[in-house]
């Protein structure tokens, strides 16, 4: 089986460097390793991937040996552990805001005695070679994590029961949703520097790592200075609004001004 990178950078207390994709792009996997990063945050909360096209991108994760953790859309049992056997290192589970939810994950994810995940052992996880219960099942409980997401206010209050449910690796913040609901709770009397603190000491005090996605190299650093371990600087949207903003610039550069644009434009027949 695979060792993932993630959980020996935090396993020896270091920094994971992280970045994500939305898109079915092998040759991002490919650079993303290439360029030092040890995980790569695959997101199918908000885009589309058929489970023929996840199992065809996660071959080039092993090929390149970097860990992709895969945010999914669904809670059922067996598409969630089916990830983990298709070669996922990690699942990320959105809006996870009680110990309940945390528990019944790692019932999905984790092989007993932590867990009750289903049994196969012949899946790329394990080189497609028949594997017996004993080795494969303990090493694939110690080398596959799981990440639940902090997005709610329900969430920040009880994160640490969320911390100390065994089985759960990481603590990931939401900013855009959990910003959102701290914005429309007027009864919460909770910043979001408040929330970042909460999750930062329930980490800390059951030796979870915990993390975020940020923008800028600054908010990296002031991150880090708070104990976050897990934290995502980059992807392939990012990169390619920057790219095509760049190219047009220096096109106008070269052949002169564009036409302003139409802040209404839409999508239109054609012709």
Known sequence: ??????????????PVRICALGSF?????????????????????????????????????????IDCMVRTPTLEKTKLYRILEDGAAGVMIPHVSTAEKARMLVQCLKFPPLGDRGFDGAGL?????????????????????????IETIEAVRNVEEIAAVPGVDILFVGPADLGLRLK?????????DDCLSRVAAAANKHGKAWGLPVGTPEQVKAMKAKGATFI????????????IEKHASELDTLY????????????RPID
């Open 1 to 14: 089986m695979r060792k993932s990178k993630t959980l020996a950078k935090l396993r020896s207390g270091e």
């Open 125 to 149: 996880d394990s080189d497609f070679i028949l594997q017996g219960s004993g080795d494969y099942t303990q090493r694939a409980n110690d080398e596959t994590f799981l990440t639940v997401q």
């Open 256 to 267: 002169g001004s564009r036409q302003p644009k139409d802040s209404t434009n839409a999508l």
């Open 184 to 192: 429309h709770d007027p009864d919460c009397q909770l910043t979001f």
């Open 25 to 65: 792009l092998p040759a991002f996997v490919r650079h993303a390793a290439h360029n030092g990063f040890d995980c790569i945050w695959l997101d199918l909360e908000h885009r589309a991937m058929e489970q023929r096209e996840l199992q065809a991108l996660l071959a080039f994760f092993h090929l390149f040996d």
């Open 232 to 243: 995502n600087y980059g992807g392939d949207f990012g990169a390619m609004m920057v790219m």
